[in-house]
């Protein structure tokens, strides 16, 4: 595509829908598809990919903030939207107001929920809990479900809808922690079951075991990563081609030689040995493109790479094109994605700054507009 911008991110929505689908059909007609849109879904922009993704088969939609929540009821996205975080008690007016369900963990954010529903009308708010397997962060230990349970069902207005947990090594080749806290949330599950607490929704599997531990499924899974088409780690295989769903895409801004002895950019980190033919690329760690990739990361010019020779600048950094015949101002160049027979995913990326491609995508800054291309009804 010809874009106006001299930078941007391109995001394939046609790519969602497929990875979606996929998912979909994975899981069965049985298991609902919670879809994870937080940190602006990874960095490929939430109501474009939030509305794909529903349209494609999702059946919920999951965030981390009450904001990003409030911001999906802004763009008239109807699905039941999941705060996975930490919420506030001061912001139960604005989940009730929002429709939004959130995770509760302390009485304190019980209360301000149910007095919230009555002084604006609702009368019933699903709210879930977290069972802390073995993660060690958000959620309530195994001890404390029950009785926490048993508190919650004195008080008024709010229904438990959800019970979940996270995985803390799903994305590693040996399922064994995966499985151990799977049986430590069975075990929960079992207690509060015996006491007559019945939950509807029940949801453990993130993309790794959603790809990979068919047992894992239960009611939902929540996909995030693998939506985007990439992969939770290089240990896990996908059943189903992915489609990375975005590509980093800039213009060459100069082209010029420069003469042996020549220092690049900030603190002379690279000094030319030999006259050098330089492209300036446009992007800098103001669009998110990592300083640490200085003297080490390489781009796509003409379906060839070439490396990154100087320090990264917030606004720019440059490369040397000595060997790519042709170049000339206004080339289009491929920081991420690809071009020709060649391409640089997003886990080499990440590798180069020693992250992952998790970080990569999601680091992307809002000065790297997103232009987004398929998805007809976008």
Known sequence: MKSEEIAWAEVNLDAVAHNVRAVKQLIGARTELMAVVKGNAYGHGMLPVARIAVENGATRLAVARVAEGLELRAGDIAAPVMVLGFALPQQAPHIVRGRLTTTVNTLEMAHALSAAAAKQGV?????????????????????????????LLDIPRLRLEGLWTHFACADEADPCHTHDQLAVYHNVRQRLEEEGIRFALHHVANSGATLTLPATHLGAVRCGIVLYGLRPSAEVKSPFPLRPAMSIKARVARLRTLPAGCGISYNRLYVTSRPTVVALIPVGYAEGYRRGLTNKGQVLIHGQRAPIIGRVCMDQFMVDVSGICNAQEGDEVVLLG?????????EELGSWVGTNNYETVTALLPRLPRVYVGGASQ
Do not use: S, W, Y
Not at 338 to 346: H, M, S
């Open 338 to 346: 690809r071009q020709g027979r060649d391409e640089i995913n997003a």
């Open 123 to 151: 009368p019933e708010l699903p709210v879930h809990i977290k069972v802390d397997t073995g993660l060690g962060r958000f959620g309530l230990l195994p001890e404390e479900v029950l009785p926490f349970c048993r508190a």
